[in-house]
Each structure stands twice: as structure tokens, then as C-alpha cells.
């Protein structure tokens, strides 16, 4: 089966190279990569929503147990002591990810020789009022965050907040043209 195969040679690299473990200690850690892997890699896809980014996420995580594998056959609950690593992977990974694919002020650097059209008629149609005029506030007329959230009566975090899911929307709607 692969994935024995898989926890096989994970067992085999970590003993080798880190914890000098005699050779028949892998068998609690394939049966609990059988158990516990469809389940994290559910979690996994569940939180990061990228296939790759959860598998790696779920090798990181069986990585982690195999190195803690004493603790670990002792753990009253060794599921959910994956979890929880999980999560914390996740966690650590959203942490160092950068807010966005666009950075909000290279999105901002665009010169404005380049299209002769307003920005009113430049965004998709798909996108709500609020979204709209953010955008037009922050691009067109290139007002800063403090400036726009003092327009609207927010803070200026909710602004930035705001203002990144408007521009997310508006690339996933004119990506979709």
C-alpha cells in the first residue's frame, strides 16, 4: 500500500538520521498514519485549501510524530495529538504566508497612462456598492487607509480588512472573465 510505504520510509530517513530507533518501532506509526492520514488530509485541505500545500502540511505533521513517537505511544489520545499539530502547522503557516497574492500598494503603483477609462468602468459588475467604492477611494482617488476609514466611520484595520477582500474579489471576478 502507498501509504505504508510512505510512513516506511519516513520511519526509515527519521531513525537514520535523528533517533537512532531499532528497526521494528514503526509498526504503531504506520497504524496510526493508516488510521489518522484521510482524516487530516481533510482537515488539512479543510484550513489551507490548496492540495499540495495540506499533503505537505500532513508529512510535516507525521514527521513531528515520528520524532515524538515514545510520547506519543504513551498518549492517551495520539489522534488528536496529530490534530492539534496540525493545526499548529496550519497556524504557523498562515503566520508567515503573505496577506494576499497582490500587495494592495504595488496593485496602487499602476500607472495611470495605461488606460485612458475611469476606474468606475474598469471593475467587474459582479462586485456590491461597498466593495466598489473602496476601491475607487483607495486607486482612483488614492486616498489613504486613516483617510477612507474617517470617510466611512470604521476603524482603519476594518478598512485594510475590507479593502483586501474587495480587491480579492475583484481579481477572482475579472479572472473569471
Known amino acids: 500500500m502507498e501509504f505504508r510505504l510512505k510512513v516506511s520510509v519516513l520511519c526509515q530517513t527519521i531513525r537514520k538520521e535523528v533517533c537512532h530507533m531499532p528497526p521494528n518501532t514503526n509498526s504503531f506509526m504506520e497504524a496510526l498514519y493508516l488510521r489518522e492520514y484521510d482524516r487530516l488530509m481533510r482537515t488539512a ?71 485612458p477609462l475611469p476606474l468606475t468602468e474598469l471593475l467587474p459588475a459582479g462586485l456590491k456598492p461597498e466593495e466598489r467604492e473602496l476601491l475607487i477611494l483607495r486607486f482612483e482617488r ?12 470604521i476603524s482603519e484595520t476594518a478598512c485594510r480588512k475590507r479593502l483586501s477582500r474587495a480587491l480579492a474579489r475583484c481579481k477572482r471576478l475579472l479572472r473569471g472573465r
Open 45 to 115: 485541505y479543510h484550513l489551507v485549501k490548496d492540495r499540495s500545500l495540506a499533503e505537505n502540511l500532513v508529512h510535516e505533521t507525521f514527521l513531528l510524530a515520528i520524532l515524538h513517537q515514545k510520547e506519543l505511544a504513551v498518549h492517551r489520545q495520539p489522534g488528536a495529538w496529530l490534530r492539534c499539530s496540525l493545526y499548529h502547522f496550519v497556524q504557523n503557516e498562515r503566520r508567515s504566508a503573505p496577506y494576499g497574492d497582490i500587495p494592495l500598494e504595488a496593485a496602487a503603483e499602476v500607472p495611470a497612462e495605461s488606460s
Open 142 to 153: 488614492q486616498l489613504s487607509y486613516k483617510e477612507i476609514s474617517d470617510l466611512l466611520y
